[in-house]
């Protein structure tokens, strides 16, 4: 079996060549010797540089990167992320980590990620800054936002979800295959994780350990007002893509509620002295509420239909990209 070590770049020639060389190193552990990680026959390092004006490429040829996708200009993390699924996909890849290219995370804990996605308990696993083990150094306001997402999030999704932004994970083959960004043009981060979890992917997070350099520039979150305008539009677009009933139904039914009590209210007011000038507000309220959580409820309805359609779409995709990549492989293979 492929493994594939992905790493996302952007103007990294200073870190990128210790970062290969330390998965490179990696390698050579216990796991994948004589542990459960033997299985994975090949092990390949991917570069995907998403539009570098430094000399990020020359640097990972030099420290022995085996796969390398560049293109101009920079496009964002998602857009990487789209490219980095699509190459390990046409390389035979049963298995993909993804991993930052600035060092903050340790090559020595991807054992601990693709181990259980190995074992076939779980499709994917993520990286978990805010478990057991706390990240260091971590900007607060980062910590909040996480924490505050992952919890609106996990309320929707009913499902319960730790840390949304983190880019240390681990793929199966079929996840890779069944993964659809919509959003290409920020980061990839949540809108996988709740793509995953609407198609019933199941997912794990594992506590590891990151230390945050005090020199290092972010690349995304250059300003955190824009990270959370982005981030929010994200999760409320997907959000609302995989749990259509939810997103529009809880409104509308609250609405209603409302315009319930609003209309009891009015009632009990006129039935005691039976005029209902003094209490007309009561009744405009009432009837305001209720048509909006009608239409909330409407919107759900359809807004599920199209999440019907939408499912047998992805479907067929699914069955179409399957299909290639299976045919690329097996063409690699009789040559």
């Known amino acids: 079996m492929r493994l594939i070590v992905n790493i996302p770049a952007y103007n990294e020639e200073d870190k990128i060549a210790e970062t290969i060389g330390r998965i490179r190193s990696s390698f050579g552990s216990e796991f994948y010797r004589t542990g459960s990680g033997s299985a994975l026959t090949e092990k390949l390092i991917q570069l995907i540089d998403d539009g570098s004006t430094d000399a990020t490429v020359a640097r990972a040829k030099e420290a022995g990167a085996d796969l390398i996708v560049s293109y101009r200009p920079n496009r964002r993390l998602a857009y990487a992320f789209k490219r980095s699924v699509e190459n390990a996909l046409e390389h035979g890849a049963d298995f993909m980590v993804n991993i930052d290219a600035d060092g903050q995370f340790d090559p020595e804990d991807i054992p601990k990620l693709i181990e259980p996605v190995l074992a076939g308990s779980c499709d994917m696993t993520v990286a978990n800054r805010f478990g057991d083990i706390a990240a260091k150094d971590i900007p607060w306001i980062r910590s909040f936002l996480n924490r505050f997402a992952a919890s609106m999030v996990g309320f929707f999704l009913n499902v319960k979800t730790e840390d949304l932004t983190c880019g240390f994970r681990a793929h199966s083959r079929e996840t890779l295959l069944r993964l659809n960004l919509v959003n290409v043009n920020f980061t990839y981060t949540q809108e996988t994780i709740i793509d995953a979890i609407g198609k019933n992917l199941k997912i794990r997070w594992i506590p590891i350990r990151v230390t945050y350099h005090a020199d290092r520039k972010p690349k ?116």
């Open 220 to 335: 995304i979150t250059k300003s955190v007002t824009r990270f959370v305008s982005n981030g929010f539009k994200i999760i409320l677009k997907a959000v609302r893509d995989v749990r259509p009933m939810k997103f529009f139904g809880i409104p509308g039914l609250f609405m209603i509620g409302i315009s319930v009590v609003l209309f009891v209210a009015f009632l009990v007011s006129y039935l005691q002295d039976l005029k209902i000038s003094p209490y007309r507000n009561y009744l405009s309220f009432a009837a305001i509420f209720f048509v909006v959580g009608l239409q909330f409820v409407v919107f759900a309805l359809l807004a599920d239909m199209v999440k019907s359609n939408r499912l047998l779409i992805e479907e067929q995709l699914y069955l179409s990209k399957k299909r290639r990549y299976d045919s690329i492989e097996g063409s690699r293979s009789a040559s």
